[in-house]
Structure formats: structure tokens, C-alpha cells
């Protein structure tokens, strides 16, 4: 079998595999993008402030929320903060897509650019260990590098998934939003940690090619290798062109959390429900956690602060391109609990942040 049909077996094994986007090839749009996010970065302050606080009444009817892995989900946001009258400083004319699609596109050509360069260098007398070293150093290199160019464009992206998740349920936005906003542009695990992750990743996957490459059934071919490098990122785009959605998606899910948590007597006359998209991407610790449905409040935020969890005695990490939501229907009499206290050990935290509410 040729190395490329087992490259596309390998990355097909993956349950999040076998995504792309093959309309973003489109130069003036992303051109276009390229220029208002520059726009947005120029005019960015720390003093920006929410120009009108929204009072929003629920009636306003706002649609359900569509999967991230659609483009669909920023026109979502988009639609809430335009109907709530929520107004962003430096948002003349670019929106969450424009953003969220120019984060997603300039996180891929700078990775595909830095693996392309270094790929060049190579000349064929590396070593098998000299490889491996080397293209993780160009990961590492990348992510060190784009991790702090990309923080203010997903802070932007943060505020407006926070809020649109708040107003999407038809709470106010107070003062306390503010706070939930500093708490979660502090904590370390969110913005950038899906690319750290996602970085890890994408080096194993690196290590992986270079191995085979070097491997005693296989005459080493440092053309073949290349090629077969340079198809490693391409096959990942589409986990990296939904990190800004992802961002968007979790600060929105924990806007809504807090937008509950500000009628505290309401809580727990609420049944909470885990919801995942039924497709063959869903991992299967999110199947897992829709078969607990439904959820005590406290139970509730506990799955989604702690989106790892040991599946067949192995850890599934829920975090890159979760597209998970949480919904909750009211009952009648008081619904408390929290069947996974004492079972911590099965979770791990991915939030870092202690919420107001915990
Ligand atoms: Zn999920």
C-alpha cells in the first residue's frame, strides 16, 4: 500500500478526522480579513469598554445555537450581539467571522510556512533523531511565536462569546460580567491552550512520519519523506481552523453558566443537559456524558470545568474542538446532587479559574 493511502488510514482512525474547509481557498476574502484584523489590533485598547449594556428581553427570540463546526456559529454570535444592541469598540465593519476566520487562517499558513522552510533545509544526511528533533523545534517555535501574536485577537473573540452566551438566554449584562471576563483572561488553560495542545499533537504526528520514514522495512527517501511532511498539516486544518471557534463556543457555553448562576434561587429547579453533535467526530467521552442527562446544576458545571475524562482506562481529552452545549428545562421540585463527587479522579480540571459561583 503507498505511504500516502496509509497516512490518510492513520489520520481517518482519528474520530475528529476527515474535516476540511474547501471553500476558504478564496485569496480576496482572505485578504480582506487580513486587513480589517490588523485594523482591529491597531485600535485595540485595555480600556475598551462595552459601549451600551444590553437589556435584553429573552423575546427577542434568538435562533439555537448552530454547531462550531460550521461557519454558521460566528453568524450565530454575530446575530446575538447585533440583536441584543451590544457594541464593540473597533467593530466598524468586521464581525466575529471576519476575526475568528482570519485567527483560523493565520494560525495554518504560518504553520504550514514553517514547516515548508524547514523542510528545504533538509538535505538528506540527517539522522532519524536529527529529524524529530529538529521538526519539533519548529513546532515549538511556532507556537511559542503565534501564541502571544494571536492573545488579543482571541481575547476579542472571548468578550464576544462570554456576552453573546449571557444574552442568549436573556439575562443582563452587569458589572459582574467584567469580572467573569479578568477571571478568564487570567486563567491559563483557555485562550492559547487549545493550541498548545493542539501543537502536541500535531509534533507526534510529525515524530510519527519521520519514524516510518527511518523504519527498517521502509528504504529511506528523503523526497517521499518530505511529501509525505508536507501533507501532515494540511490533513490537520481543520482542527486548527476551529480553535477560534472553539474559543468562542466555551467562553459563550461559560456565559451561560453565569447568566443562570445571577438567579441563584433558580438553580436547582432547573434538569441540566449535556448536548454533543450525533456525528462519527463525536468523541466517545461526550456520548458518555449525554447518557448522564440530566444534570443537577452542580453536576453540570462539573463536566464542563473538567472536560477530560478516563474513558476505558484511557484519558479522552474533550478541550480541542469541543462542540459541546449545555441546555436546562425547568421542574418543578428541587433537583440537587452531584453523582461525581468522590469519582474526581476519572476528570481532570480544565479550567483553571474558580468561577463566582463555585
Ligand atoms: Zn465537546
Redesign the pocket.
Known amino acids: 500500500m503507498p505511504q500516502n493511502e496509509i497516512l490518510q488510514l492513520q489520520d481517518n482512525e482519528d474520530e475528529n478526522g476527515d474535516y476540511l474547509f474547501p471553500e476558504i481557498e478564496d485569496d480576496v476574502f482572505e485578504e480582506t480579513m487580513s486587513s480589517a484584523i490588523a485594523e482591529i489590533m491597531a485600535n485595540h485598547s485595555d480600556e475598551q469598554e462595552l459601549v451600551e449594556k444590553s437589556t435584553v428581553p429573552l423575546q427577542l427570540g434568538f435562533p439555537p445555537i448552530p454547531d462550531i463546526a460550521t461557519l454558521e456559529y460566528y453568524d450565530w454570535v454575530d446575530e446575538v450581539i447585533s440583536k441584543a444592541g451590544l457594541v464593540f469598540e473597533g467593530n466598524q465593519p468586521p464581525g466575529t467571522k471576519t476575526i475568528g476566520r482570519s485567527a483560523e487562517l493565520r494560525l495554518y499558513s504560518t504553520l504550514q510556512d514553517a514547516v515548508q522552510s524547514f523542510l528545504e533545509t533538509l538535505d538528506g544526511t540527517e539522522s532519524q533523531q536529527e529529524v524529530v528533533d529538529a521538526v519539533r523545534e519548529v513546532i515549538a517555535r511556532w507556537s511559542e511565536v503565534n501564541i502571544p501574536l494571536m492573545n488579543r485577537t482571541f481575547e476579542e473573540l472571548f468578550k464576544r462569546g462570554l456576552l453573546a452566551g449571557v444574552v442568549a438566554v436573556g439575562q443582563r449584562l452587569d458589572i459582574g460580567d467584567e469580572k467573569v471576563l479578568e477571571l478568564l483572561r487570567e486563567s491559563e488553560l483557555k485562550i492559547g491552550s487549545r493550541i498548545v495542545l493542539f501543537s502536541e499533537d500535531i509534533a507526534n504526528r510529525y515524530q510519527k512520519v519521520v519514524e516510518r520514514n527511518f523504519g527498517p522495512t521502509e528504504e529511506y527517501n528523503l523526497p517521499a519523506m518530505v511529501r509525505q511532511l508536507n501533507d501532515v498539516a494540511p490533513a490537520r486544518r481543520f482542527e486548527l481552523e476551529r480553535i477560534a471557534r472553539t474559543e468562542v463556543g466555551q467562553t459563550s457555553g461559560i456565559g451561560r453558566f453565569w447568566a443562570w448562576a445571577k438567579e441563584p434561587e433558580d438553580l436547582y429547579f432547573y434538569q441540566y443537559n449535556w448536548n454533543?453533535t450525533p456525528d462519527t467526530r463525536?468523541?466517545k467521552?461526550?456520548e458518555i456524558?449525554q447518557s448522564w442527562n440530566p444534570l443537577t446544576w452542580d453536576e453540570a458545571w462539573f463536566l464542563w470545568s473538567h472536560?477530560k475524562q478516563m474513558v476505558d482506562g484511557k484519558w479522552q481529552n474533550?478541550n480541542i474542538?469541543?462542540?459541546?452545549t449545555v441546555s436546562r428545562t425547568p421542574v418543578d421540585d428541587e433537583y440537587t446532587g452531584n453523582r461525581f463527587a468522590g469519582r474526581e479522579n476519572m476528570f481532570e480540571r480544565t479550567l483553571d479559574v474558580d468561577m463566582p459561583w463555585e
Do not use: A
Not at 321 to 324: A, G, M, T
Open positions: 454533543s463525536r468523541r467521552m461526550k456524558r472536560n474533550g474542538n469541543c462542540r459541546c
